[in-house]
């Protein structure tokens, strides 16, 4: 049997799944799209197939926002195997060497990670959706191509020894965008001599939701059945939440047509980039660069009234 078409519509708004394990982020996107009727939708940064936790989702005029989220810090906890390193660096690849683990004190493990905060340069794992010649790494690793895999530049704010049992330890990681917990993970191994991969990996929170409430999708299923779309809508963010951390500029109406014209103003404001940009009654219009000598100049605009419905 055919299933019936589904009719998207238009929709704004930012949903904090909880990703479930075993799911890509796109495909977590697309199940969630369809159940709101989402014309356009975006996420923030993939999380890993195993892994869980916070996965923002943009709809509408809230993807304008996904490329200064992916950019935010993030904080996970991530279970550690000691002991086997794997081509994925975590659990879901094959095992490639097994090492005995050395007899650790807390102590000792605790004065191992201290090299790995800070700024550090850091290569992605072979498994990984960065693009080498338009094309991700992971395609090219599965048809056994050779692959050295590139070194950047990332930062770590903290790692916290949450737990540690013989083989295997938990860390909450705080870091900045573009770090790999599996990476982390993979050379923490290799600094203890004996190897390591990411078993289990779940992020709490990505800037500015510090205290997400977050939805499974198991959850908005039961929610469509019971309550409908507008049930769904109330789970929405609006534009707003998402522009929490970033410098706010309100304008009085005449400005604010102004600026919706694509037109650059003059004010007391200091230099930003970007800044979130509000009617004076806190509707969100966009996002604008502000330079040394207060010219805000418009970078994004959102459509009128965008939100949530």
């Known amino acids: 049997m055919n299933r019936p078409k589904i009719r998207f519509r238009p929709l704004d708004g930012i949903l904090l799944l909880d990703k479930p394990a075993g799911m890509s982020s796109n495909a977590a996107l697309q199940v969630a799209r369809r159940l709101f ?3 356009k939708g975006g996420h923030t940064g993939s999380l890993d197939p195993l892994a869980t936790g916070l996965l923002p989702l943009c709809f509408g005029e809230a993807t304008k926002l996904a490329g200064l989220l992916l950019g935010s810090d993030k904080a996970y906890e991530a279970d550690i195997v000691l002991g086997a390193t794997t081509d994925t660096d975590d659990a879901d690849g094959q095992v490639l060497l097994q090492r005995p683990v050395p007899v650790l004190e807390r ?7 201290l090299p790995f905060t800070g700024t550090l340069q ?3 794992p072979v498994y990984s959706a960065l693009k ?6 992971y395609a090219r690793a599965r048809r056994g191509e ?11 704010h903290a790692l916290e020894l949450l737990e540690f049992t013989g083989d295997r330890l938990r860390l909450r990681v705080t870091c900045g965008s573009g770090t790999y917990i599996r990476s982390l993970a993979r050379d923490l191994g290799e600094a203890l001599g004996c190897g390591a991969h990411i078993a289990g990996l779940r992020r709490l929170w990505v800037d500015p939701f510090r205290q997400p409430r977050m939805h499974t999708l198991v959850a908005l299923e039961a929610l469509a059945a019971d309550g409908g779309e507008a049930a769904l809508e109330a789970c929405l963010l609006p534009l707003a939440a998402g522009l929490a951390d970033f410098p706010r500029v309100e304008l009085e109406s005449a400005e604010a047509a102004r600026f919706g014209q ?20 806190g509707t969100p219009l966009g996002l604008a660069c502000i ?3 207060g010219r805000l100049s418009p970078q994004r605009l959102f459509r009128s009234g965008a939100g949530p419905g």
């Open 37 to 39: 009727r989402a014309e």
């Open 107 to 113: 102590a000792a493990l605790e004065a191992a990670l």
């Open 122 to 124: 850091q290569r992605a």
């Open 132 to 137: 080498q010649g338009g094309e991700p790494l």
């Open 146 to 156: 050779a692959i050295e895999a590139p070194v950047r530049e990332v930062v770590v």
């Open 262 to 281: 694509g037109q650059r103003l003059r004010g007391p404001w200091a230099p930003a980039e970007p800044a979130g940009v509000f009617t004076s009654d």
């Open 291 to 293: 330079d040394q000598d």
